[in-house]
Protein backbone atom coordinates (compact mmCIF):
# COMPACT_ATOMS: atom_id res chain seq x y z
CA UNK A 1 0.00 0.00 0.00
CA UNK A 2 1.17 3.44 -0.75
CA UNK A 3 2.79 4.94 2.05
CA UNK A 4 2.71 8.58 1.06
CA UNK A 5 -0.09 10.34 -0.66
CA UNK A 6 0.90 14.23 -1.47
CA UNK A 7 -1.82 16.56 -2.15
CA UNK A 8 -2.59 18.34 -4.63
CA UNK A 9 -1.54 15.80 -7.55
CA UNK A 10 -0.92 19.47 -9.24
CA UNK A 11 -0.42 22.74 -8.69
CA UNK A 12 0.19 25.61 -11.17
CA UNK A 13 1.36 28.77 -9.78
CA UNK A 14 3.00 32.25 -11.16
CA UNK A 15 6.83 32.92 -10.74
CA UNK A 16 6.88 34.57 -7.28
CA UNK A 17 4.33 32.90 -5.92
CA UNK A 18 4.74 30.61 -3.02
CA UNK A 19 4.03 26.95 -3.61
CA UNK A 20 2.57 24.66 -0.78
CA UNK A 21 2.53 21.04 -1.47
CA UNK A 22 1.50 18.54 1.59
CA UNK A 23 2.18 15.12 1.97
CA UNK A 24 0.28 12.43 4.28
CA UNK A 25 1.36 8.41 5.54
CA UNK A 26 -0.30 6.10 7.39
CA UNK A 27 2.56 4.31 9.80
CA UNK A 28 4.80 5.26 12.07
CA UNK A 29 8.15 7.12 10.42
CA UNK A 30 11.72 7.54 11.63
CA UNK A 31 12.47 10.20 8.99
CA UNK A 32 10.26 12.02 6.27
CA UNK A 33 12.43 13.31 2.88
CA UNK A 34 11.38 15.55 0.19
CA UNK A 35 12.39 14.85 -3.70
CA UNK A 36 12.22 16.90 -6.84
CA UNK A 37 12.36 14.78 -10.33
CA UNK A 38 12.43 16.89 -13.48
CA UNK A 39 10.62 15.38 -16.26
CA UNK A 40 11.86 11.99 -17.44
CA UNK A 41 15.22 12.27 -14.89
CA UNK A 42 16.09 10.88 -11.56
CA UNK A 43 15.37 12.37 -8.44
CA UNK A 44 17.36 15.46 -6.70
CA UNK A 45 17.15 14.65 -2.71
CA UNK A 46 15.55 18.48 -1.01
CA UNK A 47 15.62 17.78 2.80
CA UNK A 48 15.23 15.56 5.33
CA UNK A 49 13.43 15.87 8.51
CA UNK A 50 13.43 13.48 11.74
CA UNK A 51 10.26 12.32 13.25
CA UNK A 52 11.47 14.28 16.25
CA UNK A 53 11.92 17.54 14.39
CA UNK A 54 8.72 19.71 13.78
CA UNK A 55 10.24 22.54 11.22
CA UNK A 56 13.63 22.51 8.89
CA UNK A 57 14.37 25.19 6.32
CA UNK A 58 17.02 25.20 3.33
CA UNK A 59 17.14 28.02 1.43
CA UNK A 60 13.61 28.92 -0.30
CA UNK A 61 12.16 25.57 0.92
CA UNK A 62 10.42 25.08 4.60
CA UNK A 63 9.14 21.47 5.52
CA UNK A 64 7.43 21.13 8.45
CA UNK A 65 6.12 17.21 9.86
CA UNK A 66 3.15 16.96 12.14
CA UNK A 67 3.77 13.42 14.00
CA UNK A 68 0.24 13.31 15.21
CA UNK A 69 -1.45 14.20 12.32
CA UNK A 70 1.18 12.07 10.11
CA UNK A 71 1.69 14.45 7.58
CA UNK A 72 3.72 17.14 6.25
CA UNK A 73 4.36 20.23 4.03
CA UNK A 74 7.08 21.77 2.02
CA UNK A 75 6.94 25.41 1.15
CA UNK A 76 8.63 26.56 -1.71
CA UNK A 77 9.09 30.88 -1.09
CA UNK A 78 9.34 32.70 -4.56
CA UNK A 79 9.07 30.34 -7.34
CA UNK A 80 10.69 30.17 -10.74
CA UNK A 81 9.83 28.89 -13.34
CA UNK A 82 12.74 26.32 -13.24
CA UNK A 83 11.12 25.14 -9.72
CA UNK A 84 8.61 22.81 -12.34
CA UNK A 85 9.40 19.38 -11.47
CA UNK A 86 7.16 16.38 -9.87
CA UNK A 87 7.87 16.73 -5.71
CA UNK A 88 7.82 13.24 -3.43
CA UNK A 89 7.62 12.90 -0.12
CA UNK A 90 9.64 9.71 1.41
CA UNK A 91 9.20 7.93 4.30
CA UNK A 92 11.23 5.71 6.11
CA UNK A 93 10.48 3.35 9.50
CA UNK A 94 14.16 2.60 10.03
CA UNK A 95 15.16 -0.48 11.99
CA UNK A 96 16.87 -3.52 9.89
CA UNK A 97 13.86 -3.34 7.46
CA UNK A 98 14.75 0.10 6.20
CA UNK A 99 13.35 1.37 2.85
CA UNK A 100 11.65 4.56 1.28
CA UNK A 101 8.44 4.37 0.54
CA UNK A 102 7.31 6.86 -2.15
CA UNK A 103 4.09 8.99 -2.47
CA UNK A 104 2.47 9.41 -6.17
CA UNK A 105 4.27 13.26 -6.11
CA UNK A 106 3.04 17.04 -6.83
CA UNK A 107 3.08 18.32 -10.18
CA UNK A 108 4.37 21.71 -9.65
CA UNK A 109 3.74 23.91 -12.59
CA UNK A 110 5.63 27.61 -12.19
CA UNK A 111 4.52 29.72 -15.24
CA UNK A 112 6.64 32.37 -15.95
CA UNK B 1 30.35 14.55 -5.61
CA UNK B 2 28.00 11.25 -5.34
CA UNK B 3 27.25 11.47 -8.93
CA UNK B 4 25.11 8.13 -9.89
CA UNK B 5 25.15 7.07 -13.22
CA UNK B 6 22.61 5.20 -15.66
CA UNK B 7 23.28 3.49 -18.93
CA UNK B 8 21.50 3.33 -20.97
CA UNK B 9 19.36 6.31 -20.54
CA UNK B 10 16.46 4.75 -23.38
CA UNK B 11 16.23 1.07 -24.56
CA UNK B 12 14.09 -0.22 -27.37
CA UNK B 13 13.73 -3.69 -27.17
CA UNK B 14 11.46 -7.04 -29.05
CA UNK B 15 9.37 -8.60 -26.71
CA UNK B 16 10.95 -12.19 -25.69
CA UNK B 17 14.72 -10.26 -25.10
CA UNK B 18 17.00 -9.59 -22.52
CA UNK B 19 18.22 -6.08 -21.31
CA UNK B 20 20.98 -4.84 -19.32
CA UNK B 21 20.64 -2.02 -17.40
CA UNK B 22 23.98 -0.44 -15.06
CA UNK B 23 23.70 1.92 -12.31
CA UNK B 24 27.52 3.17 -11.91
CA UNK B 25 28.34 5.47 -8.79
CA UNK B 26 31.14 7.78 -10.55
CA UNK B 27 32.84 9.80 -7.67
CA UNK B 28 32.47 6.91 -4.61
CA UNK B 29 31.63 3.71 -3.47
CA UNK B 30 28.45 2.27 -3.14
CA UNK B 31 28.12 -0.88 -0.23
CA UNK B 32 24.42 -0.62 -1.45
CA UNK B 33 22.26 0.25 -4.09
CA UNK B 34 18.85 0.31 -5.11
CA UNK B 35 16.32 -0.26 -7.66
CA UNK B 36 13.41 1.11 -8.17
CA UNK B 37 10.46 1.23 -11.08
CA UNK B 38 8.28 4.24 -11.98
CA UNK B 39 5.36 3.61 -14.30
CA UNK B 40 3.85 6.92 -15.77
CA UNK B 41 2.65 9.78 -13.32
CA UNK B 42 3.28 7.39 -10.44
CA UNK B 43 5.51 6.79 -7.38
CA UNK B 44 8.70 4.97 -7.14
CA UNK B 45 7.84 1.21 -6.11
CA UNK B 46 11.26 -0.24 -4.40
CA UNK B 47 12.08 -3.66 -6.59
CA UNK B 48 15.11 -4.84 -4.71
CA UNK B 49 18.49 -3.70 -2.67
CA UNK B 50 21.39 -5.11 -3.23
CA UNK B 51 25.15 -5.10 -1.14
CA UNK B 52 28.14 -5.50 -2.94
CA UNK B 53 29.13 -8.62 -2.95
CA UNK B 54 25.92 -10.31 -1.92
CA UNK B 55 22.83 -11.44 -3.25
CA UNK B 56 19.92 -9.12 -3.68
CA UNK B 57 16.73 -8.78 -1.37
CA UNK B 58 13.81 -8.55 -3.41
CA UNK B 59 10.77 -6.45 -2.30
CA UNK B 60 7.33 -9.24 -2.45
CA UNK B 61 5.62 -9.49 -5.72
CA UNK B 62 9.20 -8.96 -7.80
CA UNK B 63 10.22 -12.07 -9.49
CA UNK B 64 14.03 -12.87 -9.17
CA UNK B 65 13.93 -14.82 -11.79
CA UNK B 66 12.72 -11.94 -13.98
CA UNK B 67 15.15 -8.95 -12.86
CA UNK B 68 18.02 -10.35 -12.03
CA UNK B 69 20.30 -7.85 -10.28
CA UNK B 70 24.56 -8.23 -9.63
CA UNK B 71 26.21 -5.91 -7.56
CA UNK B 72 29.68 -7.33 -8.16
CA UNK B 73 31.67 -4.16 -7.36
CA UNK B 74 31.66 -1.10 -5.25
CA UNK B 75 30.59 1.09 -8.46
CA UNK B 76 28.76 -0.92 -10.52
CA UNK B 77 25.35 -2.65 -9.93
CA UNK B 78 23.44 -3.90 -13.11
CA UNK B 79 19.82 -5.00 -13.71
CA UNK B 80 18.97 -7.46 -16.07
CA UNK B 81 15.22 -7.86 -17.52
CA UNK B 82 15.24 -11.37 -19.19
CA UNK B 83 12.52 -12.09 -21.49
CA UNK B 84 10.55 -8.47 -20.99
CA UNK B 85 7.45 -8.20 -22.46
CA UNK B 86 5.61 -5.14 -22.73
CA UNK B 87 4.48 -5.22 -19.55
CA UNK B 88 7.88 -4.26 -18.25
CA UNK B 89 8.05 -1.54 -20.26
CA UNK B 90 8.53 1.32 -17.54
CA UNK B 91 11.19 4.04 -16.06
CA UNK B 92 13.85 2.21 -14.07
CA UNK B 93 15.87 3.93 -11.17
CA UNK B 94 18.70 2.90 -9.05
CA UNK B 95 20.42 4.79 -6.13
CA UNK B 96 23.70 4.34 -4.48
CA UNK B 97 24.47 5.02 -0.78
CA UNK B 98 28.06 4.76 0.64
CA UNK B 99 27.13 2.78 3.87
CA UNK B 100 24.33 0.77 4.25
CA UNK B 101 20.66 1.03 3.87
CA UNK B 102 19.94 3.76 5.79
CA UNK B 103 22.52 6.16 4.55
CA UNK B 104 21.43 8.76 2.22
CA UNK B 105 20.70 7.80 -1.71
CA UNK B 106 21.68 9.35 -4.59
CA UNK B 107 20.45 8.60 -7.76
CA UNK B 108 20.45 8.01 -10.89
CA UNK B 109 18.91 9.66 -14.06
CA UNK B 110 16.78 6.66 -14.49
CA UNK B 111 16.12 4.47 -17.62
CA UNK B 112 13.16 3.85 -19.83
CA UNK B 113 12.51 0.90 -21.01
CA UNK B 114 10.33 0.24 -24.15
CA UNK B 115 9.12 -3.27 -24.88
CA UNK B 116 7.55 -3.98 -28.84
Known amino acids: SQQGEEDPQALSIQEGENATMNCSYK?????LQWYRQNSGRGLVHLIL?????REKHSGRLRVTLDTSKKSSSLLITASRAADTASYFC????????????FGKGTLLTVNP | GAVVSQHPSRVICKSGTSVKIECRSLDFQATTMFWYRQFPKQSLMLMAT?????????EQGVEKDKFLINHASLTLSTLTVTSAHPEDSSFYICSASRQGITDTQYFGPGTRLTVL
Open chain 1, 49 to 53: IRSNE
Open chain 2, 50 to 58: SNEGSKATY
Open chain 1, 27 to 31: TSINN
Open chain 1, 90 to 101: ATDAGGSNYKLT
